[in-house]
């Protein structure tokens, strides 16, 4: 079981920026997806953004543009740069990690969750 900690979360006002990280720790993890889910009230959790180890990206459509995922694989650590923050971008933000090869659902392993508030 991989155990994740992200940080970087809080209060901004539109138009602005946040980076968010998320850090995988245990016994060799093992991981071929990291990545990053959302979920605002009342909505189901949603894709944000995955990385693969060899390299392919996926980004929601309402994201493109605006976020920028990254990863560190020395750190096995992911990060997600979101600019150009809007309010419909409010939610708890979750990192999310493991093995299985696949960028159409998540894997096993998730982090406790960061909130995000985009506001005036």
């Known amino acids: 079981q991989v155990h994740l900690v992200e940080a970087g979360g809080g209060s901004v006002q539109p138009g602005g920026s946040l980076r968010l990280s998320c850090t995988a720790s245990?016994?060799?993890?093992?991981?071929?997806?990291m990545g990053w889910y959302r979920q605002a009230p009342g909505k189901q959790r949603e894709l944000v953004s995955l990385?693969?180890?060899?390299?392919?990206?996926k980004y929601a459509d309402s994201v493109k543009g605006r976020f920028t995922i990254s990863r560190d694989y020395a750190k096995n650590a992911v990060y997600l740069q979101m600019n150009s923050l809007k309010p419909e971008d409010t939610a708890v933000y979750y990192c999310?990690?493991?093995?299985?090869?696949?960028?159409?659902?998540?894997?096993?392993?998730w982090g406790q969750g960061t909130q995000v508030t985009v506001s005036q």
């Open positions: 999310n990690a493991g093995p299985l090869v696949t960028l159409t659902r998540p894997n096993d392993s």
């Open positions: 245990g016994s060799r993890p093992n991981i071929y997806v």
């Open positions: 990385v693969t180890t060899d390299g392919r990206i």
